[in-house]
């Protein structure tokens, strides 16, 4: 399990500093400053968030956390798909893999969410 939980906490970064990486390829628009400084906070916060869902306090503090996460993922994806849709960035392959990145993601935390509630009605 351990492994597992570094994996996704090492996907999580992984996926924070891509998208920083993109966010400076993007031009100096006010939308694209815009909407990339909310991309890197949300999908940062992701990331961060799930280093403190592994030192939660509680089970029901660890669901909360890992909420936290999912929240984020899904902004961070609404985001991708807004810049995406205003023509913001000419590398539109680098900006599907995030948007399937973060679907995967979204997917993984969806999932866990869900077993973490089952596993705690039997505690």
Same mark, same amino acid.
């Given at each position: 399990m /351990?492994?597992?939980?570094? $994996? =996704?906490?090492e996907?999580?970064?992984?996926?924070?500093?891509?998208?920083?990486?993109?966010? /400076?390829?993007? $031009? @100096?628009?006010?939308?694209? !400053?815009?909407?990339?400084?909310?991309? !890197?906070?949300?999908?940062?916060?992701?990331? =961060?968030?799930? @280093?403190e869902?592994?030192?939660?306090? %509680?089970?029901?503090?660890?669901?909360? #956390?890992?909420?936290?996460? =999912?929240? &984020?993922?899904? &902004?961070?994806?609404? *985001?991708?798909?807004?810049?995406? @849709?205003a &023509?913001? %960035?000419?590398i539109?392959?680098? =900006? $599907?893999?995030?948007?399937g990145? *973060?679907n &995967?993601?979204?997917?993984?935390?969806? %999932?866990s969410? #869900?077993?973490?509630k089952i596993? *705690?009605?039997h505690?």
């Amino acid at each position: 399990m /351990k492994k597992y939980k570094f $994996d =996704l906490e090492e996907r999580l970064i992984k996926f924070s500093v891509e998208v920083i990486l993109f966010c /400076k390829t993007l $031009d @100096g628009s006010f939308a694209s !400053i815009h909407l990339s400084g909310q991309l !890197i906070r949300s999908s940062s916060s992701a990331a =961060l968030n799930y @280093g403190e869902a592994q030192s939660a306090e %509680s089970h029901k503090d660890f669901i909360h #956390k890992m909420k936290v996460c =999912l929240k &984020e993922l899904r &902004e961070s994806l609404v *985001n991708l798909k807004i810049l995406k @849709g205003a &023509e913001l %960035s000419k590398i539109i392959k680098k =900006l $599907d893999y995030l948007i399937g990145e *973060n679907n &995967e993601l979204i997917a993984i935390f969806v %999932s866990s969410i #869900k077993t973490s509630k089952i596993k *705690n009605k039997h505690l």
